[in-house]
């Protein structure tokens, strides 16, 4: 019986330590940062206050590929600036907040980003993993995901997706 009790507890608390459901990201480029909520059993991911299609861009720094994106991503993000949010993952090899805010930049990206470790570990356990960058995720306005891409896309792919959600 101690062994059972002592199970169920252990497995509460890691439980708890893994939970993907609501939780909070700061942004570099919004002081406000962003809520998140994410319900496992229907895979759907809410950003609290966004009641709009979404796209997470994962990303690193050091990813050619992943610059060439960003400048298509910025003019999405300012062309459908009231119908699409365009939310950026940073990851890369610094948890030093002056060197991400550095590259984030020197990388003219326009659109809200997000670069805390914790943060786009979070993000990429919500996509099932991201194995590789620029990745990047259509999301229609009910959280679920609708479209992926790996690697370089071009803008006109990109606003094919969006036009179809909205």
């Known amino acids: 019986m101690k062994k059972f009790a002592f199970l169920v507890v252990v497995g509460l608390i890691f439980a708890g330590c893994f939970d993907l459901s609501k939780q909070h990201h700061m942004a570099l480029n919004d002081e406000n940062g962003i809520d998140t909520n994410y319900d496992a059993s229907k895979k759907e991911l809410k950003i609290a206050g966004l009641n709009e299609p979404f796209l997470l861009f994962f990303y690193s720094t050091d990813c050619v590929a992943c610059m060439a994106q960003i400048p298509a ?76 891409f790996l690697g370089l896309v071009p803008q006109s792919v990109i606003e094919n997706e969006i036009k179809i959600l909205l």
């Open 73 to 148: 991503l910025n003019n999405i993000a300012k062309e459908y600036k009231d119908k699409i949010k365009v939310i950026g993952l940073m990851g890369g090899r610094s948890d030093d907040l002056n060197t991400q805010l550095s590259e984030f930049k020197k990388k003219g990206v326009d659109f809200l980003t997000i670069a805390n470790r914790k943060s786009v570990d979070y993000f990429s356990d919500v996509v099932g993993g991201v194995y590789g960058t620029p990745t990047t995720y259509v999301f229609s306005k009910n959280g679920e995901i609708k479209k992926r």
